[in-house]
Each structure stands twice: as C-alpha cells, then as structure tokens.
C-alpha cells in the first residue's frame, strides 16, 4: 500500500504564499489531493488531481490562489498556495489512492493519508 508525507508548511503573513510538497512511497495512478482541517471544523477537500494531472478540482474558497500539481517522476503532488489569507490556517493533509476527483474533493473518496503539515497565516 502506498504511503504519503507531506512537507512544506509554516508561519507565514496574510498574503505571502507557500508551496506544499506531498511525496508517495511509490508512483501511484491514483487521484491525489489536499485537505485541511482548522480546529473546531470538519475536514475540507482543498484540491485534487487525476493520475495524469489532465483533471484539477478545488474548492470554491481557494480557487484561483491555489494551483496543485504533479510529477510522477518524482511520486510528489504540490499545492502553490498564493495570496494567503488567515483563514487558511489548517493543518493540511494530502491524500491518494482514489479514483474519484470530485468537483468539491471528498475525504470519502480517498484510502490513503498523510500525517498532516501545519499551515498558519498571520494577519
């Protein structure tokens, strides 16, 4: 079974950006994702790719600030995270081993995750 981690979170000001690294133990032809989680809230899908990056999903709150992308060369999927704002503070997990990428990404629809990486913006 494949294994995710991400990398790649931080302390950053209100509109700086930030890239997260999400790295798989082998190449998957999977759909991957992110996903957040503030506390007090449930766990939101952020993004997701198809397995040959040709399909991209995010939710309507990060749409035209976040790009995710893929390198099967490497096994990683990253998410450019631009323009941020406080309320994206998050931990952020990156998921895989799904062959759905919803118009709004599903935590349902995913087998695989990682430990999470600590987003927080400061305003």
């Known amino acids: 079974q494949v294994q995710v981690k991400e990398s790649g979170g931080g302390l950053v000001q209100a509109g700086d950006s930030l890239r997260l690294s999400c790295t798989a133990s082998k190449l998957t032809f999977t759909v991957m994702g992110w996903f957040r989680q503030a506390p007090g809230k449930e766990r939101e899908g952020v993004a997701c790719?198809?397995?040959?990056?040709?399909?991209?999903n995010y939710h309507a709150s990060v749409r035209g600030r976040f790009i995710i992308s893929r390198d099967n060369t490497l096994n990683t999927i990253y998410l450019q995270m631009n323009a941020l704002k406080p309320e994206d503070t998050a931990m952020y997990y990156c998921?895989?081993?799904?062959?759905?990428?919803?118009?709004?990404?599903?935590?349902?629809?995913?087998?695989?995750w990682g430990q999470g990486t600590q987003v927080t913006v400061s305003s």
């Open positions: 998921a895989a081993d799904s062959d759905l990428c919803a118009f709004s990404p599903r935590s349902v629809d995913f087998r695989t």
């Open positions: 790719i198809t397995w040959n990056g040709g399909t991209t």
